[in-house]
């Protein structure tokens, strides 16, 4: 990667012909050749990054001939006949300008186009296409092509609609058809935000919840235990991590950020206890009770950090007799529950089948070989979900694909009761779930639709203050075209899957919608690009599936992010993302709780960088020295100055706020219990203040844990997404930190406001 001093340099120097063509095209595929990184640095992306991210998106770039033949291919593209296969437009365009491309041959020829709205009810209109607007042509292979304007002019409402256009009469009629979405303007914000109304939340890593009855790692009970807490002490949200499928065959695999699916939940937070054969199934009781069985999950429940593999071997063994009991007692009598149950496997349609299909060869494949880790190293004709092999597999091994679709089943049980649960219970947004930026290569979303996908490249991004080193985060991103050739169904099917059982929704790197940092798989993050996105047509979608499923839209606004998209999730009303730990005036000083603007969720920190007492303690950077990730002595003494000056303007701040600095904070004697619940209920005093609608209060937090969630970086080197809370839910309840915290967040947030 080189480095060029300002853009003037980059362009003013004389350029090789071969990059200003590779330029070229790259921008026109909508890979960026340059970018600025937050040092302010513009960096000049290699040749080599470039093609290969070109090859990603599926155009050939190796030669000069190359390059010239992905210039026709992307003329030949906007001149296809017919018309685009989506249009997303927001609600009020009057008129709905369509696009339509046809030979020069059907110019004098008559058009009919026939508009049905979502609700069934139609409209429809024709003309000779030469009297349409012409907007281009361009001759193409078989003659000229010409793109005219097709303007409806009926009042379309918000909704998916289908529009047919028909180009010529008789035997040579040809017929192309767009689904045209018509999206809102602005998300949906519940009524308990309206006005001046705020609310405040918890936030937890699910999995690190301990309790009385969970065997060794948090679970959907454990999750509705939280949410009536809430209710209780007057919160508004419960947030969780992301609980999106990973790989259960391979419990290793911990990142909630790296998911095998976006749209299947991951089966190891199911509370086996609560599915109702756990108690309908004498075997299943005596299993339960047997000595092997109690000491393994008595002892995974002790564990500091979650034993993913001892947990899951538990729960396998015994979902799998709770299953062969559904099959017994509901399966073969058609019971009730299982009329349930095949609603629900009718209803998940295809991909839900495939579901099954997928864990159930990943099992296979792994008892024979457990090397086979994901479907790229199975044998080439299951890479197909719609092969013969894959097929001939279905139907001889039914019981056990079965058997995962039972597993799917009760976590969707389990976890809609959570949403409902929610509901009942009053709080204000309800639920609050994460989406990940991207899914696992290997993992089930890239097996079902493989062509969506740039398998060969990963999401990252490119060095920042805290990361100096750059960020390649091991999954893959959707290809935009695909996206759009698509209809952006999958991205639709993603949105609702997330909003379904959620009051609201983090999207993570919301600047994705946008633009992603792709690195070309193999490299690190000093090797990578900005790809583009359709951003105004993904953003539509989330404001219509956002009031469709009456679930607010918070975007993860961190870091380097482009002006537009802060201006458009301004216009639109999405929540950005204010942590105490980074906002600033330009002094250093902290800004005053007003500064906060109100469409935004504060909290302290994310899991990603310290907690609150991490950041007391400097435990954060103990860390990152003890993993060598600091690139150079000069930036470790930089961040270590950077840390007591912020400890040191924190201070100032907190003593309007019920911490008064003591002598001791300044001559390094420890802090007593006493003190550090003070400084932490003044924090969270000072940010409930603040103008923010929502604000995030971590369990860590509450816990007074000192070290992070996750450290960006490492992989194995650090426990990330391990650790549980110091506490059980009992003991949260009544400690005395937690009640010192919650009385200065309800303080300034009571209950009724």
Not at 451 to 480: H, M, Y
Not at 577 to 597: A, H, I, M
Request: net charge negative; aromatic share 10%; proline share 6%.
């Amino acid at each position: 990667m080189r480095r060029v001093s300002s853009v003037k340099d980059a362009v003013g120097r004389k350029r090789r012909p071969e990059r200003v063509l590779l330029e070229h095209v790259a921008a026109l595929c909508g890979v960026e050749p340059q970018y600025e990184d937050v040092f302010g640095e513009r960096h000049e992306v290699d040749d080599a990054v470039l093609k290969a991210l070109l090859e990603s998106l599926g155009f050939s770039a190796a030669t000069r001939d190359d390059l010239v033949q992905t210039l026709e291919t992307l003329q030949a593209r906007a001149f296809r006949h017919g018309v685009e296969p989506v249009q997303v437009v927001p609600v009020g365009t009057a008129p709905i300008a369509v696009v339509l491309s046809c030979p020069e041959s059907l110019e004098r020829a008559r058009y009919r186009w026939r508009l049905r709205r979502e609700d069934g009810w139609e409209t429809q209109g024709e003309g000779r296409i030469d009297a349409l607007q012409g907007v281009d042509e361009r001759e193409g292979p078989g003659g000229r092509l010409c793109r005219r304007l097709l303007y409806v002019h009926e009042p379309v409402g918000c909704g998916y609609h289908d529009l047919e256009v028909f180009l010529g009469t008789g035997p040579s009629e040809m017929a192309a058809r767009q689904r045209l979405i018509v999206v809102p303007r602005q998300a949906y914000v519940p009524e308990s935000l309206a006005g001046e109304k705020k609310a405040w939340g918890l936030t937890a890593q699910l999995y690190g919840i301990r309790s009385e009855r969970n065997w060794g790692i948090g679970s959907f009970s454990d999750l509705r235990a939280l949410i009536d807490w809430a209710a209780d002490v007057g919160a508004g949200f419960v947030g969780t991590n992301p609980l999106w499928l990973l790989f259960p065959e391979d419990p290793s695999k911990v990142s909630p950020y790296g998911p095998s699916s976006r749209r299947f939940l991951q089966p190891w937070y199911v509370d086996v206890e609560a599915i109702p054969e756990f108690w309908e199934s004498e075997e299943g009781r005596r299993w339960f009770g047997q000595d092997r069985i109690r000491r393994a999950w008595e002892a995974a429940r002790r564990t500091a950090l979650v034993d993913y593999d001892t947990v899951w071997s538990i729960q396998r063994e015994a979902l799998e007799k709770l299953y062969a009991h559904f099959r017994k007692h509901h399966l073969e009598k058609d019971s009730e529950r299982a009329q349930s149950f095949r609603r629900f496997v009718e209803n998940g349609g295809k991909d839900l089948q495939s579901y099954g299909v997928f864990h159930a060869l990943d099992a296979h494949f792994r008892r024979s070989d457990p090397s086979l880790w994901g479907w790229p190293l199975w044998p080439g004709a299951y890479h197909d979900p719609a092969s013969s092999a894959v097929a001939a597999f279905a139907a001889e091994h039914g019981e056990a694909v079965t058997f995962f679709l039972y597993v799917a089943w009760n976590a969707w049980e389990q976890l809609s009761a959570c949403g409902r649960r929610s509901w009942e219970r009053g709080l204000a947004v309800g639920l609050y779930g994460d989406l990940p930026v991207g899914v696992d290569p290997a993992g089930l979303d890239t097996w079902l639709a493989p062509s969506l996908f740039a398998l060969k490249t990963r999401i990252g991004a490119p060095p920042d203050d805290f990361n100096p080193k750059g960020q390649e985060w091991g999954v893959c991103p959707f290809l935009p075209q695909a996206l759009k050739d698509a209809a952006y169904e999958p991205f639709i099917a993603m949105l609702r899957a997330n909003m379904r059982d959620f009051g609201a929704l983090r999207i993570d790197h919301v600047m994705g919608l946008m633009r992603q940092f792709w690195i070309p798989a193999g490299l690190d993050a000093r090797h990578g690009a900005y790809v583009r996105y359709p951003f105004e047509d993904l953003l539509g979608l989330v404001l219509l599936e956002s009031e469709r499923n009456r679930c607010l839209v918070v975007g993860e606004d961190l870091g380097t992010v482009p002006d537009r998209v802060r201006a458009a999730m301004e216009e639109s009303r999405l929540f950005g993302c204010r942590l105490c730990f980074f906002e600033r005036l330009k002094d250093g000083s902290f800004p005053p709780p007003e500064n906060y603007p109100p469409f935004s969720v504060a909290s302290f920190s994310t899991h990603d960088l310290p907690t609150l007492e991490g950041f007391w303690q400097g435990q954060d950077l103990r860390v990152r020295e003890s993993l060598d990730l600091f690139p150079s002595e000069d930036v470790r003494e930089k961040m270590l100055l950077g840390r007591k000056a912020d400890q040191k303007a924190l201070r100032a701040l907190l003593s309007a706020w019920g911490y008064e600095e003591e002598e001791s904070d300044a001559t390094g004697v420890p802090d007593d219990e006493n003190r550090t619940h003070r400084r932490a209920a003044a924090v969270y005093r000072y940010l409930a203040a603040s103008g923010s609608k929502l604000l995030a209060v971590s369990l860590e937090d509450l816990c007074g844990v000192a070290d992070q969630v996750n450290v960006p970086g490492t992989v194995t080197e650090h426990p990330n997404w391990r650790r549980k809370l110091p506490w059980d839910m009992e003991t949260l309840k009544t400690h005395s930190r937690v009640q010192a915290i919650l009385s200065a967040v309800t303080e300034k947030r009571p209950r009724e406001s």
